[in-house]
């Protein structure tokens, strides 16, 4: 994961933070808009660089356009850019 120009250690609380960010979020709107509830199946969220304004871009979708990469049975996605190497983790 990047700040920056320097390489940092993504913590096991930041990911784990993140993935229940990114359930509540989806519980939230299948609780609170039950007609799109089939629209919150799965997220991801991209931290591209921890040193800007806005580091994270998060996506959520249907079954259907669940991207590839995720394992089954797997509902949330983070992605961390590094300079040289992506980390992900799932859950």
Known sequence: MKYDNI?????EDFVQS???????????MR?????????WVW???????SCDIA????????????PDHFPEGQSVAIIL????NTETHYG
């Open 43 to 49: 997220g991801e969220v991209r931290v591209k660089d």
């Open 55 to 66: 580091p994270f871009e998060a996506c959520f979708g249907d079954e259907g356009t669940k």
């Open 18 to 28: 993140l993935k229940s960010l990114l359930k509540a979020q989806m519980k939230m």
């Open 81 to 84: 850019y590094g300079h040289n």
């Open 31 to 39: 609780d609170n808009v039950p007609d799109s509830a089939d629209c």
């Open 7 to 11: 390489e940092i250690t993504a913590s």
